[in-house]
């Protein structure tokens, strides 16, 4: 999970990376708020992908 380290909770950027594939859990992730949803088994390159989508150039982030 990445997340910004702002202050303010409304910019709060999460990322779910799970191992569940079935559409039901997607809708409630990003339901919840989730800003994106990634299966493990993708390749390396598209949380990469994912993250720079989320936290645009000079943004920090947290990995945790």
Request: a neutral charge; aromatic letters at 6%.
């Amino acid at each position: 999970m990445c997340v910004r380290t702002e202050k303010d909770p409304a910019a709060l950027q999460v990322i779910m990376v799970t191992v569940y594939e079935d559409s039901e859990r997607i809708f409630k992730a990003l339901k919840a708020g989730a800003s994106g949803y990634l299966v493990k088994s993708g390749p390396p390159e598209q949380l990469i992908e994912a993250i720079r989508d989320v936290f645009p150039a000079g943004r920090q982030c947290l990995v945790t």
